[in-house]
């Protein structure tokens, strides 16, 4: 059974720094691309960034750009998503998600999120 | 980047009855190389992650009920809930990847 355990989530002030973790289980992790993708409260759905299952490609989308960086562990079977220069605006659940293709697939199995939580 | 639009924003439909949800990409989502539609609907309830409901705009995800079908091509698809029952109450998500990620604004579904 595929699953998906994030953790890290935490309160953080507005320029601090955070470290999320996603545990994955059921399936061989190098295999597959993974993808980190948020809610912010009352708001919608937003795709944060990419990593293929070799962990050579990585793709962020525009808002966290050159603040975050995607990384997976093989060995531990871990992917991580390092965020500095944290804003209000980075406040929300954030999902670790499995991909079925490469950068172009759809997400069949997620993680239950962990919460950050940007404030002063 | 590609816009993806849904409407309605919210959609109150009666126990039994079929609700619709339309979804709308800025450029067409159709590749050529393997005539698919790159575009997925997931359904949200508070608390828990997305579900993958449709992909490749009209394959239902194993263990999803028959009364969920997608269809469309191009740009323009739609979600279409049959027999609407209870627990079909959440928020309905459209996403395109042909290009890099993006979602729809969502569509919240309840029991009219």
């Known amino acids: 059974e595929v699953q998906l355990v994030e953790s890290g989530g935490a309160l953080v002030q507005p320029g601090g720094s955070l470290r999320l973790s996603c545990a994955a289980s059921?399936?061989?992790?190098?295999?597959?691309?993974m993808n980190w993708v948020r809610q912010a409260p009352g708001k919608g759905l937003e795709w944060v960034s990419y990593?293929?299952?070799?962990?050579?490609?990585?793709y962020y989308a525009d808002s966290v750009k050159g603040r975050f960086t995607i990384s997976t562990d093989t060995a531990k079977r871990s992917l991580h998503l390092q965020m500095n220069s944290l804003r209000v605006e980075d406040t929300g659940v954030y999902y670790c998600a499995r991909g079925d293709f490469a950068y172009s697939s759809f997400w069949r199995y997620w993680g239950q999120g962990t919460l950050v939580t940007v404030s002063s | 980047d590609i816009v993806v639009t849904q409407s309605p924003d919210s959609l109150a439909v009666s126990l039994g009855e079929r609700a619709t949800i339309n979804c709308k990409s800025s450029?067409?989502?159709?590749?050529?190389?393997?005539?698919?539609?790159?575009l997925a609907w997931y359904q949200k309830k508070p608390g828990q992650p997305p579900r993958l409901l449709i992909y490749w705009a009209s394959t239902r995800e194993s263990g999803v009920p028959d009364r969920f079908r997608g269809s469309g091509s191009g740009t323009d698809f739609t979600l279409t809930i049959s027999g609407l029952q209870a627990e079909d109450v959440a928020v309905y998500y459209c996403h395109q990847y042909y290009d890099s990620h993006t979602f729809g604004q969502g569509t919240k579904l309840e029991i009219k």
């Open positions: 450029q067409s989502v159709l590749s050529s190389s393997n005539n698919k539609n790159f």
């Open positions: 990593i293929s299952g070799s962990g050579s490609a990585t």
């Open positions: 059921g399936f061989t992790f190098s295999a597959y691309s």
